[in-house]
């Protein structure tokens, strides 16, 4: 069975303090590992696919970073609208479809 | 412009009365995901459509159904609902089932049950 386990469950940060969050996971061979932001009483929005460890993205002050048994995203200089919570998902090369999502990292972000 | 729509945004209903949630996309996707989220949970699969394969999660409890009549609809169906079955239900959809498919949410139908 796929598991995804996201550490810390929340993160306080003050603005302009880089910090990164992790995601450990186990499946039977990862096809993708998934980061989507969620904001309060929104769905998920789609953040970065990686596929194979030693993949990286970028996108404005956020970074995702892939190994074989973990993920990290990095937050550099965060703003208070980056508060929200992070959640990481995988696909596993038996889910057919499913995504398994970890249980978030909530992101507070204090100006 | 939202492509994944969910309605009603805020729904409720009372112990064991059938509910209906709605979901429409303008992606024309192949896909289409129903995702259960309890209260600082995990988003959960319950099931998807692959065009109109229906593909049950096996630890998806009887008492949720789904339809989907065309491409662009699929609805949810709680048909007794429960105090346990309050929740956060989130449409998802992609273009095919791989793993270079991105998966893309709608805003979700919170549920409460009184």
């Known amino acids: 069975e796929d598991q995804v386990t996201q550490s810390p469950e929340a993160l306080r940060l003050q603005e302009g303090e880089s910090s990164s969050l992790n995601c450990s996971y186990t499946?039977?061979?990862?096809?993708?590992l998934f980061w989507y932001r969620q904001d309060p009483g929104k769905g998920p929005e789609f953040l970065f696919t990686?596929?194979?460890a030693g993949e990286e993205k970028e996108k404005e002050r956020l970074k995702a970073t892939l190994t074989k048994k973990e993920s990290f995203l990095h937050i550099t200089a965060p703003k208070p609208e980056d508060s929200a919570t992070y959640l990481c998902a995988v696909r596993s090369g038996t889910s057919y479809g499913k995504l398994t999502f970890g249980q978030g990292t909530i992101l507070t972000v204090h100006p | 412009d939202a492509m994944v729509i969910q309605n009603p945004r805020y729904q409720v209903t009372q112990f064991g009365k059938p509910v209906t949630l709605s979901c429409s996309q303008t992606l024309n996707h192949n896909v289409m995901y129903w995702y259960q989220q309890k209260s600082s949970q995990a988003p959960k699969l319950l099931f998807h459509?692959?065009?109109?394969?229906?593909?049950n999660e096996a630890d998806t409890p009887d008492n949720f159904q789904s339809r989907r009549p065309n491409t662009s609809f699929c609805f949810l169906d709680i048909r007794s609902p429960g105090l346990g079955d309050a929740a956060m239900y989130l449409c998802?959809?992609?273009?095919?089932?791989?793993?270079?498919?991105?998966?893309?949410f709608g805003a979700g139908t919170r549920l409460s049950v009184l």
């Open positions: 459509y692959y065009d109109k394969d229906f593909n």
């Open positions: 990686l596929y194979s």
């Open positions: 998802a959809t992609s273009r095919g089932q791989d793993a270079k498919n991105i998966q893309y």
């Open positions: 499946v039977s061979g990862l096809r993708g």
